[in-house]
């Protein structure tokens, strides 16, 4: 049985905030000279290769499990992801042609693909390729536990090595030029899964969960100077992958600080609103720089545009994003037999035949 683990809960939301945060300062709203540009992306792609790593790697790949694990993945991303692709495409060429997501006919089937790259949504992409891969990885490493032949096990990772290497010429929509931190997330993952215990030396943990809190602090506040490349030119940096997912990691396990810092109800309620708050803020950030062009930097027009982000992410989500998931989800349900059947007929096993 997975435990859950609040403090990653947590987590997705301190990486929506810190796109955010990341944001108001690239827009104007604040002033920000030693921050750690991308962590917030860095974190969103790193929490997915440990999510999947932690809660399917061991499950049976099955037609049952890999419908599941497929509707799961479609209906986090997917409903919302695509209303507001539509959304924008309606307010971009009927109503504001300086809207921040200029979705237009040019670019409206890469985005419905999951392929485009405007503003915020070159993200979306690489995700839902890594979705796909992760299945691969799956698929390879139940073969080798049933089989005991590694075969295809060695060619997904000498792929996935071969991607690493080439990463830097790769563009940014394709999943290879992030992989180094799915991979290293799913390293971190599958770490955590096989341990099966929690640190009995609850100070030692409480103790590195400080640590890299006071690191991060000092390095946001300048105190502690870190190369151009680390803060700035991160993304395809492996030593900041390998620190992501290390922060990860250690934070999935149980301390007072860890429940102080990212298992408190707040951080959990951004990390459920984390998808929604990353899809908004954006044009949140544009009409408020529309209506208050001179007014931005001001405390009080900070703070309310931060408090309007949050309100109107949490309406998207308890409207929007929930209504058109559990539709999907209906929908799902009531033909999961067709979809098994469809994996059936590409070669996965039923539960029964697998054992």
């Not at 932690?54 to 479609?74: G, H, M, N, P, Q």
């Not at 539509?86 to 300086?98: K, M, N, Y």
């Not at 006919?105 to 390729?129: C, D, K, Y």
């Not at 309406?315 to 999961?336: H, M, S």
């Amino acid at each position: 049985m997975n435990k859950k683990i609040d403090s990653i809960s947590g987590l997705a939301g301190f990486a929506a905030l810190m796109v955010i945060y990341a944001h108001m300062g690239s827009e104007g709203f604040l002033r920000l000279s030693h921050h750690f540009n991308n962590l917030g992306v860095m974190i969103f792609f790193s929490l997915s290769g440990f999510l999947l790593s932690y809660l399917y790697i061991d499950k049976k790949f099955c037609a049952e499990d890999v419908t599941a694990y497929s509707l799961a993945r479609f209906t986090r991303i997917a409903p919302a992801y695509l209303f507001t692709i539509l959304a924008s495409f309606v307010i971009f060429t009927c109503f504001d042609p300086q809207f921040v997501y200029q979705i237009g006919a040019h670019n409206l089937l890469r985005h419905l693909l999951f392929i485009g790259n405007e503003s915020v949504f070159w993200t979306i992409g690489p995700q839902v390729q890594f979705y796909v891969l992760f299945l691969l990885l799956w698929s390879a490493t139940a073969h080798y536990v049933s089989t005991k032949n590694a075969l295809p096990l060695v060619f997904i990772v000498f792929a996935c090595v071969l991607l690493l290497m080439l990463r830097r010429s790769l563009p940014g929509t394709f999943v290879g030029a992030n992989l180094h931190y799915f991979a290293f997330g799913v390293l971190a993952g599958v770490v955590r899964r096989k341990m099966h215990i929690e640190f009995h030396q609850p100070q030692l943990i409480n103790i590195i969960h400080v640590s890299l809190l006071l690191i991060f602090l000092g390095v946001e506040c300048g105190v502690i100077q870190l190369s151009e490349q680390m803060t700035h030119n991160n993304l395809n940096t492996l030593v900041m992958a390998v620190l992501v997912a290390f922060f990860i990691f250690v934070f999935s396990f149980d301390s007072l600080s860890a429940r102080l810092l990212f298992g408190n109800p707040l951080l959990r309620l951004m990390g459920s609103l984390s998808f929604s708050l990353y899809l908004l803020h954006m044009p949140v950030l544009y009409w408020v720089k529309k209506l208050y062009p001179d007014d931005i930097t001001h405390p009080v027009v900070v703070a309310l545009t931060f408090v309007l982000i949050i309100a109107l992410a949490a309406l998207y989500f308890y409207t929007v994003e929930r209504y058109c998931a559990l539709a999907v989800k209906t929908l799902g349900k009531k033909y999961a037999g067709r979809i098994e059947g469809m994996f059936t007929r590409l070669g996965v096993k039923n539960k029964a035949t697998v054992g």
